[in-house]
């Protein structure tokens, strides 16, 4: 019967998908809550030094075997520097043929796209009513025209902007209209007494049980908001896409009241959302949100959306010092849930949504308003029945909800960041030159084509081609084990730079700023305490927000 298993050990290939995914997101939540700071100091403790040592071999030696079927230079000649960059190279190649094998293995790939692909190989910004601006030359400027449950007015030239025609000069006259429209209501907002007394937690239906409603026409949002004005606390949660886009954007949002979830086609129904400020700015509707600092802000920029009377579980979870923050170790420890990790760095792009991904969505907020119940009352035992503890959470979401998104920013000498970081040698002045030349393309490419800087070139391709210098188009094709599709579309402009790095190195066209920088990497080279992981979890920052968060 082995033979009908997947490697001898799964029943199938999604079985060992979810196996390898749970391990994966246990180990960047474990790396995450390593006490570096205190390293040096644990090393000093012998049966600690001994578990070290003990364990480091054991990576060494895992490494080193899957290693070994990648690539054939000698590891073991290879310094600590040295074997990181490696590393880091081979999971980029290792990540492209375990994405291709597990795809031909459960048979899906029967053709050069597989199924899932085929399902989001159109982006869904293309799709979108208003194009999104990347500019550098216009902030982001609010998509909110209607201000409900509003203590000040919104001004009034926001009430008739066009959203595809901005004038710069607008700005300068009416700077109000960069301001947080919600900020005074927010500052405002005192929570209900109601709302600092204990309660008796309300466990929900199960999942099978509650009604439920995918939400993906104007006349089920109607539906959905018949019933969410109705009540007096909502669960809400977003899921959103940023490595197709520059600035990322909002996939589905799911919203739970005691007694039904829904879940939110956002890329549907992106243009029809903002009336959900008629309950999300309600002070007297509370909106309960896990980790918001991120959805917040996803709110504004998508949809204009903003939220007065808001509790954050997350923070909750803080000011009780609970071991974890995360939202599976609150399901587990207060539902008896083990959320499904299978899904949390998951494309929330596709579309339909299958119903495992319907699922795990709905998990994430239809649990919420119970542990909202218990850490309410916990927060409540803590401080002897006062309040403190529980307003102290209030004030701390309140906070949240006055953050104000920005767009992102160039910083032309954001590069020098990269350099310091990275664990090569020293880099001469045309290298240098090629560095900067690149980092600037690939932020101008990424904004032009919607796309993340990471699609367009990763970190560790980009630095390998600078140091790497290569003279013809045919050298930056090998310098990269797989093209990126955008450098392949600009080898020209690339080549153009590189050449233009080695003709006009930093050091003869810009004094003084050569020199410091090779000062200051010299430093770094010689910190032994410098940041591995800033290297290997560069392109992981979506990763590491997930452990947080999840």
Known sequence: MSS??????????????????????????TSNRLAVENFDQILTIDSCQDKINKLSERILNRIYQ???????????????????????????????????????????????VSTTMRQILIKPQLKFKYKIDNSTTIPFISKIRIKPNALTPLPMIMTHMNFESIDPNLLEKHPEILDHP???????????????????????????????????????????????????????????????????????MQIS?????????????????????????????????????????????????????????YR???????????????????????????FQLADWRIRPLPKEYCRYAREDTHYLLYIYDRLRNQLLDLNENNSQLLRLVYTKSKIICQKLYKKPIFDENAYKTLYLKCHKTTFDGSQLT?????????????????????????????????????????????????????????????????IQAIEKPLSETNDGEFESLQNKRSIASSDTNISIDSSLNNDNKRAKLVSEKY
């Open 182 to 252: 919600y900020f005074d209501e927010i500052t405002a907002f005192e929570p209900d007494e109601i709302l600092l007394k204990k309660i008796e937690p309300q466990y929900p239906k199960s999942i099978e049980e509650t009604k439920y409603l995918f939400v993906d026409t104007v006349e089920k949002l109607k539906i959905m908001m018949d019933h969410i004005e109705m009540q007096l606390e909502l669960a809400v949660d977003l899921e959103h896409h940023s490595y197709r886009s520059y600035q990322g954007f909002t996939c589905l």
């Open 434 to 498: 090629a560095l900067k030349l690149l980092y600037a393309w690939r932020d101008k490419i990424a904004r032009e084509e919607d796309e993340s800087t990471s699609y367009v070139l990763p970190d560790l391709m980009l630095i390998h081609i600078a140091e790497l210098l290569p003279k013809d188009i045919q050298g930056i094709r090998a310098s990269c084990k797989l093209v990126p599709e955008l450098v392949e579309k600009n080898l020209e402009d690339i080549h153009r730079l590189l």
């Open 257 to 313: 009241s005691r007694t039904e979830d829904f879940l939110i086609d956002t890329l549907t129904l992106r243009d029809e959302l903002s009336i959900l400020n008629n309950v999300f700015t309600n002070p007297k509707v509370l909106k309960v949100f896990h980790g918001a600092d991120w959805d917040i802000e996803w709110l504004q920029k998508d949809f204009g959306i903003y939220v007065v009377n808001m509790f954050d579980t």
């Open 4 to 29: 009908t298993k997947f490697l001898d050990i799964f029943n199938n290939v999604d079985e060992y998908k979810q196996t390898i995914c749970s391990k994966v997101i246990d180990v960047i939540r």
């Open 316 to 342: 909750a979870a803080k000011e009780l010092n609970l071991p974890t923050l995360s939202l599976a170790y609150l399901l587990k420890t207060y539902c008896n849930i083990d959320a499904s990790k299978q």
């Open 66 to 112: 899957i290693k070994s079927h990648i690539q054939s230079s000698n590891w073991n000649q290879l310094d600590l520097d040295e074997k990181i960059e490696q590393l880091v190279d081979i999971n980029d190649t290792l990540f492209e043929q375990i994405a291709s094998a597990l795809d031909e293995a459960d048979g899906i790939k029967k053709s050069p």
